[in-house]
């Protein structure tokens, strides 16, 4: 009988409880997501197995020298969110930016849920007892609203590493649930003659264009912002080394095998992070709350904005392409145009879309350098 009752306490059996038994559950939750409903599966099928693996009692795998932790190391020492970055740009066309470039105005306005949900968080402070947050939380917490995974890991690693996992699993829930959270804002702030608007096609982007602007905007936003010097100078070069078209190969690279592999490094690494006792807090709970205040917000000011530029240009701006403000490449862009296609079937949005899409990757991580800036 000793034997077995050892037996049994080295088992993970032993080691469950309640908590533990919520993790895992969360974790088939985002599988099942991923898996069966395809929402965003590069990223939460990794999230997710980390989540499951770090909460499985006695694996040892997030301990000081385990496999995972080893591994986490490259997101807490923000090095795999640049290098997501430098992947992101080898694979993005700014073409659609620079034939539009008021369309960068769009990607700016949708930032204004980060810097809302920031004010929000101090609110909490004074309203919600137990709940409070520092200004580094509070940062972390409303950078979610840019809708960028890698820039809110990057900004929360360097500036509260605590609730690293809260702020990866918020921020990439909220990117894989766009198709599902945006269209509802969207119909509600515009009207359908707003939602039929058909744009006119963009004009041609030559080559040397393309070259010159990921040039010109590293040495502009590092000099205006230092801070923001690894996540936008691995974004324009990525998209340097795709636009020079001398080097083929490396982009290749960049755009499949290396980006998939990092993807899984800083899934998993962070997935790992969500262990049940620091997960399941009120605070934890509170980050998710504002995240999606924060996503919501950003998603709104970007069409407003989109309303905004309707009314000026005549009504030859359709302001759904205002909702692609926010970061999460291409999907956002994706919805406009789908949204936009279900109130005129001829309508045609994506690439108007993609321009303050990627605007909104800029606008984040210059929003990241801003709050790196003042809070670390």
């Given at each position: 009988m000793d034997v077995l009752y050892d037996f049994?306490?080295?088992t993970g059996f032993a080691g469950l409880d309640i908590k533990v038994v919520i993790m895992i559950a969360i974790a088939c939750i985002f599988l099942y997501l991923a898996i069966a409903k395809g929402y965003e599966p590069y990223l939460l099928i990794p999230i997710a197995s980390g989540m499951l693996l770090t909460n499985l009692p006695f694996g040892g795998l997030m301990e000081e020298g385990g496999f995972l932790y080893l591994l986490y190391q490259g997101t807490k020492l923000g090095i795999y969110p640049p290098l997501i970055f430098l992947c992101v740009g080898a694979s993005t066309d700014f073409g659609p930016l620079i034939a539009n470039p008021k369309s960068i105005f769009l990607g700016a306005a949708a930032q204004f849920g980060i810097f809302f949900t920031f004010i929000g968080a101090f609110i909490l402070n004074d309203f919600i007892p137990g709940i409070s947050f520092t200004p580094q939380e509070a940062a972390s917490v409303a950078i979610i609203g840019g809708a960028d995974g890698p820039t809110a890991l990057y900004l929360t690693s360097q500036l509260a590493p605590h609730?690293?996992?809260?702020?990866?699993?918020?921020?990439?829930?909220?990117?894989?649930?766009?198709?599902?959270?945006?269209?509802?804002?969207m119909k509600a702030l515009t009207t359908k003659v707003e939602r039929e608007v058909k744009m006119e096609q963009l004009r041609p982007v030559s080559k040397k264009e393309k070259i010159i602007f990921?040039?010109?905007?590293?040495?502009?936003?590092?000099?205006?912002?230092?801070?923001?010097?690894?996540?936008?100078g691995m974004l324009m070069l990525g998209n340097l080394i795709k636009e020079s078209g001398v080097v083929p190969k490396l982009t290749s690279v960049l755009t499949d095998t290396f980006m998939y592999i990092i993807t899984i490094l800083l899934g998993v690494t962070v997935g790992a992070t969500a262990k049940a006792d620091v997960f399941l807090t009120p605070q934890t709970i509170s980050i998710v709350v504002l995240g999606l205040i924060a996503f919501s917000v950003g998603t709104a000011s970007g069409v407003l904005f989109g309303?905004?530029?309707y009314k000026f240009s005549g009504g030859k701006i359709n302001p759904l392409i205002g909702s692609a403000g926010v970061s999460a490449v291409p999907m956002a862009a994706r919805v406009s145009q789908k949204v936009g296609q279900?109130?005129?079937p001829a309508n045609f949005l994506l690439m108007h879309a993609m321009g303050p899409n990627v605007a909104g990757v800029i606008?984040?991580?210059?929003?990241?350098?801003?709050l790196l800036n003042f809070f670390s």
């Open positions: 049994w306490r080295s609730i690293l996992g809260s702020i990866a699993i918020a921020a990439y829930s909220y990117m894989a649930l766009v198709p599902i959270i945006q269209p509802p804002i990921p040039i010109v905007v590293i040495i502009f936003t590092i000099l205006l912002l230092p801070s923001a010097a690894a996540l936008i309303k905004l530029m279900e109130s005129n606008g984040s991580a210059v929003a990241a350098g801003l």
